[in-house]
């Protein structure tokens, strides 16, 4: 789909019908003018080449081949289905696309292109065995070379970081590979994917593992991943350390990359390997063992616009969170010291201690109240519910403080983000450049959603006031009408959808200013 994207550089005239052919084109070749769609449908396939993978893997497994043998039969004749249909309509519609007009027979030149044979391989196989008797383990093969669909979506990614990086040394590369900046391009998503897709992967099969009759099924292949994932986050943490110094904030050679070894996000990254290189050197329970692999759950925080927001604010909100925590501590040492004076005679074995009482002050003032431990006195009674009214107090103030913290955290970002979009659009004109910044800064903050209609109304805000002050300007300068001309020229770079919210905003100051309607009618007509 993406290896096309290229092909319609120069837009189709807007006199041109838009034909059947061509809006198939547009949804499954990526040009100038393709619909959202689009990109939905590149997730999916993608989606269902990894699945139709796996899926051949599972079959290798026999209890998994018996017990669910018809279900993946029956998957595995969709993903065919689904990708004959794929190959077939791009085929129909590729003489549309701008790179094979000056061929005569332009879907066979199409056809022996790199990509359609392999969506041709991917699919022959299931075919050929309706035909001729193909040996099971060499047709399981074949079915393997689905994966490499997966190299239409990638290369065009690996061609535009290649542009981006010209010059650029190995560690700069390797920086922006793994850390979104002006040279990542769209392969750092990918990575980025792929790594948090691996790291549920990971944590679903330690969570399996545990099952001991799928251990016993499995032990191999849990073994196997397991071994597969340590090697590539090991080697993700040992790139991230070695290009760290690329970052300004830690840019000092040996300095700078022990600051950011004590960061969270660094310390997490190596206690999600560190359990597995213990186990060469310390003989270790293989269930503590499970429990440390989980850490890796953790290693979404990196990834998890949400987390990072709510660790910021953790971090801003820390002095008055000590705070609020020292506080706790005193009252459940003043309660836990209480109700071992009013409830130990009564309770010698319960409340045997003050530090024995803690644990009871703890689960009441937190309200949890487990009640394995409850006084049995009127006066420890009394006490007991005022300390459970106190820790109702206690336990919101802390919340409190992060949700109002967590609210004006991304209050902030939002007017960060329309601050920035003000400045892109001073010239009239958001580019794709500016465009491409301001989803990096939304997706940072966690309010990506919010940037499409942020850009269009500062764009059409912008371009309204740009009309208006011209067409107001008393006297009239003589280029008023090239002016309006060269901004109308401009418009051609907006949406369809953004135009006729335009020429809503105009028609809206035009009925409201007689004189402003008069002086735009001097000029050419605005025509839609």
């Not at 043998?69 to 129909?92: G, P």
């Not at 099952?211 to 986050?233: A, T």
């Not at 004109?429 to 959603?449: H, P």
Request: net charge neutral; charged share 20%.
């Amino acid at each position: 789909m993406s290896e096309h994207h290229h092909m319609d550089a120069v837009p189709a005239s807007s006199d041109t019908p838009v034909t059947f052919r061509r809006k198939v084109y547009r949804l499954m070749f990526e040009a100038h003018d393709s619909p959202p769609l689009t990109a939905l449908i590149d997730k999916f396939i993608v989606t269902l080449i990894i699945l139709s993978v796996c899926a051949i893997g599972l079959e290798h497994i026999e209890a998994v081949n018996v017990r669910f043998k018809n279900e993946l039969e029956f998957f595995d004749k969709f993903s065919v289905y689904f990708f004959t249909l794929e190959y077939l309509v791009r085929l129909y519609c590729i003489p549309e696309s701008e790179a094979y007009q000056n061929f005569k027979l332009k879907r066979l030149r199409y056809a022996v292109t790199p990509m359609a044979l392999v969506d041709l391989f991917v699919i022959v196989p299931f075919y050929l065995s309706f035909l001729i008797e193909i040996d099971l383990r060499f047709l399981r093969l074949l079915r393997l070379l689905r994966v490499l669909k997966l190299v239409r979506f990638i290369v065009p990614k690996i061609q535009q970081f290649r542009e981006l990086n010209q010059g650029r040394t190995v560690k700069q590369k390797i920086y922006s590979l793994l850390n979104e900046d002006d040279y990542s391009g769209d392969l750092q998503g990918v990575i980025d994917t792929v790594l948090v897709v691996l790291i549920g992967l990971s944590v679903t099969a330690v969570v399996l593992e545990s099952v001991q009759p799928i251990h016993d099924l499995l032990v191999w292949e849990f073994h196997l991943f397991d071994m597969f994932s340590v090697f590539v986050f090991t080697v993700e943490y040992v790139l991230r350390m070695y290009s760290i110094t690329e970052n300004p904030e830690y840019k000092e050679r040996i300095a700078g990359r022990v600051r950011y070894g004590t960061t969270i996000l660094s310390l997490i990254d190596l206690m999600s390997i560190l359990p597995f290189y213990l186990t060469f050197f310390f003989n270790i329970d293989l269930r503590f063992l499970r429990v440390m692999r989980l850490l890796r759950i953790l290693k979404l925080t990196r990834y998890s616009s949400a987390m990072q927001t709510l660790i910021s604010v953790v971090r801003d909100e820390l002095p008055v969170l000590s705070a609020a925590l020292f506080v706790s501590l005193l009252i459940s040492l003043f309660a836990s010291s209480a109700i071992y004076i009013l409830e130990h005679e009564a309770q010698p074995d319960k409340f045997n201690s003050i530090p024995e009482a803690m644990y009871w002050s703890i689960i009441t003032l937190t309200s949890v109240g487990y009640g394995d431990y409850y006084p049995v006195t009127a006066l420890g009674q009394f006490f007991a519910s005022a300390a459970a009214i106190i820790g109702v107090v206690l336990v919101a103030l802390p919340t409190g403080m992060l949700a109002s913290g967590f609210s004006e955290k991304i209050r902030n970002q939002k007017n960060e983000l329309i601050k920035l979009a003000e400045e892109h659009a001073a010239d009239g004109v958001i580019t794709v450049a500016e465009r491409r910044i301001m989803e990096r800064r939304a997706k940072s903050m966690g309010i990506a959603g919010q940037v499409e209609q942020l850009i269009e109304d500062k764009a059409l805000e912008r371009y309204e006031a740009n009309l208006v002050e011209l067409a107001a300007a008393p006297p009239p300068p003589p280029p008023l009408k090239s002016e309006i001309k060269t901004m109308l020229v401009q418009l051609e770079s907006f949406t369809t959808e953004e135009k006729t919210q335009l020429l809503s905003h105009l028609a809206d100051s035009l009925s409201r200013d007689a004189a402003l309607a008069n002086k735009l009618a001097a000029g050419s007509p605005v025509k839609a």
